[in-house]
């Protein structure tokens, strides 16, 4: 007996070397991911001796199946340790628990995570399960996890005491004005509890509402004043107000105008500065005439009084021109400068004056600009060296344009100029497009977010435990620069929000340097996505059009959400108008149709289909008449449409469809061509 302690503290030592010696071990072993076939997953999960290599296996082999008792299944005896993967072990079983209609089992199962894992971010899911009648667990979600989503839907259930309803209500214009349901739920607390609320708290709804595009209900709620509304929600109140009619945009002037006099040193002053210079009209050129003198002589104030000062006619603009190149000189970086280099080119362009858009070109170097517009730059210094006459320059200049971007519009039109290729439209085989679909692991890259922990779950396939994990840790900041913007646009894509994702990732690239070529390759990647392959396959084979043009037309239109609609009425991935829907069907279309991918893409190919046999194959009146419809098309045609086609684009007079013809036939080269940048 008296060895016994000895031999207990050598078999402890044992295990303990013994786990310490499996995790060296795994990190020796190839990585397990969703692109590891599932033979292989289910041998390493019953015979691997190490213990965290079959419980990453048991998770992969969980994540990957829909049978709540299977998942159950290869769960089971994985929620060992204090490892955070024990907690997620703990809350994928108890859902699949619920699922089963096993409450109790659910029950020890979400108490056991909350006991063990406090806080972990799936401990907020367990305060969430528990708290259904239980108000205090639900105060204590939204304490301890106020960003996380279970906090989010926790708030928008508050009540029914309207103590608990004020709460929630306040809680969601904080943490998250833009979950679903919250919006009616802000509106309806001023509405019924506006007398009971101080200022502070009507403030905090009001930019809620606000943030949300909201003014008139901002406005309501706040009351005869504005106490109550700092900085941001200031500035959220102006933006919203600014998409209104005439009377609210002078309000929006005003509001914003105070707003830098008030607070000239926050970033909050800068943003409105923006705003208002991004106005044209009489009442913001007064308004920035009295801004603070730090502001009058800023980068975005300057670019604004040289737009207004730019004379009508195409003739030479000489003081313009000099005060637009001091500016982009002095302030290269800034956004505004970028914009004004870019209005002033375009009406040099459309006019012939080949030598003031070089030397407006050339006043930012093209390295010092995001991807997007160092392509455009590029392909314009080849089209003005090309109109002087320097044919060997303008090649030089598109073949480093293909080399580095050689995807995008730009990338199109200078495989064009140099007879490398072009889009192609008829039916047959294409290079396939990149598959990225949520789930699909054959394609599965590294999220490479610098966070250990993040990038685990993600390589797991957990994608919404990811997803949860930095929603709750970043709480109410927003991402800055395109390293966040790209991993939260990317997370945002992996639980199926193409919406927002694509907005992000769109932001993220136009923030990128000359010297983030890693992240200017997974932004191309991430961009151009395969969604609903089977749908639009069927649509393409149909009509005999390429999968490539249908998705580029689906990804600008509804950046791939089926049920998306615009405020005139259109409908799913392709945007169709039901009147248009009805005509290609031979009668009305239910809702459910336009909303369904496989319905959607088959009506909205044979209009694309249309269109393109109406202009005899011509992308760019077809994708044109698709945005601006057919009529309005018909007065732009012009020679220039075969001579120069990129001056007829920049020449559409609908800046919309103009964004529009550039961004989808882009994306369909992009689609096509697969190409990533070379740098």
């Known amino acids: 007996m008296a060895r016994l302690p000895l031999l207990l503290s050598l078999s402890c030592l044992g295990t303990g070397l013994a786990l310490v010696g499996g995790r060296a071990l795994l990190a020796r072993q190839p990585a397990l991911t969703p692109a590891t076939a599932t033979d292989r997953l289910e041998w390493l999960q019953h015979w691997d001796a190490d213990p965290w290599r079959r419980r990453e296996a048991s998770l992969l ?53 909350q006991r063990r894992f406090p806080g972990d971010p799936a401990s907020a899911d367990a305060l969430y399960a528990l708290g259904g009648d239980d108000p205090g667990k639900r105060r204590q979600l939204l304490q301890r996890f106020p960003a996380h989503p279970a906090a989010l839907a926790a708030a928008l259930a508050a009540g029914p005491e309207p103590a608990e309803r004020r709460r929630g209500a306040l809680h969601l214009a904080r943490w998250g004005a833009r979950w679903p349901g919250a919006e ?140 637009a190149l001091e500016l982009l000189r002095r302030w290269p970086l800034d956004p505004a400068s970028r914009t004004l280099q870019w209005d002033l080119v375009r009406e040099r362009l459309l006019a012939g004056r080949w030598r003031g858009a ?148 769109e932001q993220a690239s136009l923030k990128l340097d000359g010297d983030q070529c890693a992240l200017e390759r997974e932004l191309e990647r991430s961009l151009h996505p395969l969604r609903f392959e089977a749908a639009f396959r069927a649509a393409a084979s149909q009509t005999g059009l390429p999968m490539e043009l249908l998705l580029g037309v689906a990804k600008q239109e509804s950046r791939f959400t089926p049920a998306v609609r615009s405020p005139v009425g259109a409908t799913g991935l392709m945007q169709l108008m039901p009147d248009t829907a009805a005509e290609l069907a031979g009668g009305p279309v239910a809702e459910q149709v336009l909303e369904d991918p496989a319905g959607n893409a088959s009506l909205g190919s044979r209009y694309l289909a249309k269109m393109l046999r109406q202009w005899d194959g011509d992308p760019l009146l077809a994708v044109a008449s698709y945005n601006a419809g057919p009529g309005a098309v018909a007065g732009w045609v012009s020679p220039q449409l075969r001579s120069d086609p990129e001056l007829w684009v920049e020449a559409i007079p609908y800046p919309e469809t103009r964004l529009y013809v550039k961004k989808v036939l882009g994306n369909v080269w992009s689609y096509q061509q697969g190409g990533e940048p070379d740098c």
């Open 358 to 505: 070089m030397a407006l070109l050339e006043a930012i170097p093209t390295d010092q600009l995001p991807p997007p517009l160092a392509a455009r730059q590029s392909f314009w210094i080849g089209f003005v060296q090309q109109q002087l006459g320097d044919g060997a320059a303008a090649r030089a200049t598109w073949e480093a344009l293909l080399r580095r971007h050689p995807g995008g519009y730009y990338g199109w039109r200078a495989a064009v100029r140099l007879g490398r290729g072009d889009l192609q439209l008829g039916a047959g085989p294409h290079p396939p497009a990149r598959a990225d679909g949520p789930g699909d692991g054959s394609d599965w890259r590294p999220l490479a977010s610098g966070d250990p922990s993040l990038d685990r779950l993600w390589r797991l396939d957990q994608r919404t435990e990811a997803w949860e994990t930095w929603r709750h840790r970043r709480g109410r900041r927003a991402p800055e620069g395109s390293r966040e913007l790209l991993l939260e646009g990317r997370l945002r894509q992996g639980v199926g929000d193409d919406w927002t994702g694509f907005g992000l990732l």
């Open 61 to 113: 082999l969980a994540a990957r199946s829909k049978d709540p008792q299977e998942q159950r299944q290869w769960l089971r005896g994985q929620a060992w340790g204090p490892d955070p993967l024990a907690a997620l072990v703990l809350k994928q079983d108890s859902l699949a628990a619920a699922a089963l209609d096993r409450p109790d089992t659910a029950e020890a199962l979400w108490r056991q995570l």
């Open 184 to 323: 009616a739920r802000l509106r309806q607390v001023c509405r019924e509890h506006g007398r009971a609320l101080s200022a502070q708290q009507r403030g905090q709804l009001a930019e809620g509402l606000a943030e949300l595009g909201d003014a008139e209900g901002a406005l309501r709620c706040l009351g005869p004043t504005l106490n109550g509304l700092g900085a941001s929600g200031r500035l959220s109140l102006g933006r919203a107000l600014l998409a209104g009619d005439e009377p609210q945009q002078g309000q929006a002037e005003q509001l914003l105008l105070d707003l830098v006099r008030n607070s000239p040193t926050t970033p909050e002053a800068e943003a409105a500065v923006r705003l208002l210079a991004q106005q044209g009209s009489p009442a913001a050129a007064a308004a920035l005439a009295r801004l603070p003198p730090r502001w009058r002589d800023s980068a975005p104030v300057l670019a604004r009084r040289i737009l207004d000062a730019e004379p009508a006619g195409d003739g030479p603009h000489p003081g313009t021109d000099a005060a």
